[in-house]
């Protein structure tokens, strides 16, 4: 089946790092991206990761997937308060076509 | 800013009316998906179109369809509105249809459709 989830809600201090996690079903997923959206905004593409691979840093930007457990997370290092959005977290089964996007993770960062 | 623009940016319907959305996609990408995104939650894919053929539905009724012109800007048309109908639009424009590499999908900001 196709499901990703997510956790509905983060809270983090300005400067501390956040992490965010996600879960999926579908193996034959190739990539698995993740995206921001602000109020009122579109989605905005962050990172993707291929499924081969268990890393990938870009700048504040960390990605783990455990492809066996099927879990993927987001490490935003020195989180600010520019970084308070929904994060979404999303599978393309059967490696293209269309996105199964989980329920998205809100981001609060206080000071 | 992705180049993917949207119109309208709102829209407001009566049940059974039936409204089309436009969306234009990024300079040089040939497909452009369609997602419906409800209140909280996650977006759904509804269709998307390459090089103006439909290539792949997800769970969504007939009343449903859409078009893509050569140019390969987009419509959504939804007939016969319903209240749950009532959402956030979101069209993506990506660049190579099938299996293109990451298949990184750059999404326009969307028109809130709201049904009474």
């Known amino acids: 089946g196709e499901d990703v989830e997510q956790s509905l809600f983060l809270s983090v201090r300005e400067g501390d790092s956040s992490v965010i996690n996600c879960t999926y079903t579908?193996?034959?997923?190739?990539?698995l991206y993740w995206y921001k959206q602000e109020p009122g905004a579109g989605l905005q593409l962050l990172t993707y990761?291929?499924?081969?691979?268990d890393m990938k840093q870009d700048q504040r930007l960390t990605v783990l997937l455990n492809k066996k457990d099927k879990h993927l997370s987001l490490r935003i290092a020195d989180t600010q308060t520019g970084d308070s959005a929904i994060y979404f977290c999303?599978?393309?089964?059967?490696?293209?076509?269309?996105?199964?996007f989980g329920a998205g993770t809100r981001l609060a960062v206080h000071p | 800013e992705t180049g993917v623009t949207q119109s309208p940016t709102h829209l407001i319907k009566t049940r059974g009316q039936q409204v089309t959305l436009r969306c234009s996609s990024q300079?040089?990408?040939?497909?452009v998906s369609w997602y419906q995104q409800a209140l909280g939650q996650g977006p759904q894919f509804i269709f998307q179109?390459?090089?103006?053929?439909?290539?792949g539905r997800g769970n969504f009724p007939p009343r449903f369809s859409g078009l893509q012109f050569p140019n390969y800007s987009s419509e959504l048309n939804v007939n016969a509105l319903e209240l749950d109908d009532s959402a956030l639009y979101l069209c993506?424009?990506?660049?190579?249809?099938?299996?293109?590499?990451?298949?990184?999908?750059?999404f326009g900001p969307g028109t809130r459709l709201t049904v009474l």
């Open positions: 179109y390459y090089r103006e053929e439909e290539n």
């Open positions: 579908d193996s034959s997923s190739t990539y």
């Open positions: 990761i291929f499924s081969n691979m």
């Open positions: 300079s040089g990408h040939n497909t």
């Open positions: 999303a599978e393309n089964p059967g490696g293209y076509n269309k996105l199964i």
């Open positions: 993506a424009s990506s660049g190579g249809g099938v299996a293109a590499g990451a298949n990184e999908q750059f």
